[in-house]
T-cell receptor, first 111, second 115 residues
Framework: GESVGLHLPTLSVQEGDNSIINCAYS??????FIWYKQESGKGPQFIID?????DKRQGQRVTVLLNKTVKHLSLQIAATQPGDSAVYFC??????????FGQGTELSVKP | GAGVSQSPRYKVAKRGQDVALRCDPI?????LFWYQQALGQGPEFLTY????????KSGLPSDRFFAERPEGSVSTLKIQRTQQEDSAVYLC?????????????FGQGTRLTVV
């Protein structure tokens, strides 16, 4: 079936370095994508979104890149901080209101 | 309230017991979603309401699962005759608009453990 998947299940970076988290999606009908951050014991927290008519969107310290040709999404976090440690999920909205989430990447930031 | 509120935060149920999980969405939010998150996995869609209308229940795993939102605000997810495979975190999310592609805000979830 349709799915959203992540290339790397875990990522460990040094504080201050940039982080890149990747995601592959398979539903070409999806026109909206979101990155969520989930800390232990909490619900997913919205980070940034992008629509399919864009290929890049920037927020505060975060950038999302969308490559529709290869169905690839990435999240870049600049100057990664210990507070960024969490599990990151990409999600797509292929139809209706529901989101399809990927498996998640655990980001660990070493001080 | 300031965010999506779910109760209880934790629930332990004996196998075969019925449970009811509550979600208070952000005031005024039209859309409400329920997701199930197994340990180490991403959330999986269960059902979606627009006001009081349940528009999509395609993700409910069996007829033991039932959701309602009678007045278009608070929602309850009920699981009858719980099984061990029902153990998961149940997440509720709400969004302001009925339009697609609008930000959904999640609650902290209810962790259900079936023993």
């Amino acid at each position: 079936g349709e799915s959203v998947g992540l290339h790397l299940p875990t990522l460990s970076v040094q504080e201050g370095d940039n982080s890149i988290i990747n995601c592959a999606y398979s539903n070409s009908a999806s026109d909206y994508f979101i990155w969520y951050k989930q800390e232990s014991g909490k619900g997913p927290q919205f980070i940034i979104d992008i629509r399919s008519n864009m290929d890049k969107r920037q927020g505060q310290r975060v950038t999302v890149l969308l490559n529709k040709t290869v169905k690839h999404l990435s999240l870049q976090i600049a100057a990664t901080q210990p507070g960024d440690s969490a599990v990151y999920f990409c999600a797509e909205n292929p139809q209706g209101g529901k989101l399809i989430f990927g498996q998640g990447t655990e980001l660990s930031v070493k001080p | 309230g300031a965010g999506v509120s779910q109760s209880p935060r934790y629930k332990v149920a004996k196998r075969g017991q019925d449970v009811a999980l509550r979600c208070d969405p952000i005031s005024g939010h039209v859309s409400l979603f329920w997701y199930q998150q197994a340990l180490g996995q991403g959330p999986e869609f269960l059902t979606y309401f627009q006001n009081e209308a349940q528009l999509d229940k395609s993700g409910l795993p069996s007829d033991r699962f039932f959701a309602e939102r009678p007045e278009g605000s608070v929602s309850t997810l009920k699981i009858q005759r719980t099984q061990q495979e029902d153990s998961a975190v149940y997440l509720c999310a709400s969004s302001l608009s009925s339009q697609m592609n609008t930000e959904a805000f999640f609650g902290q979830g209810t962790r259900l453990t079936v023993v």
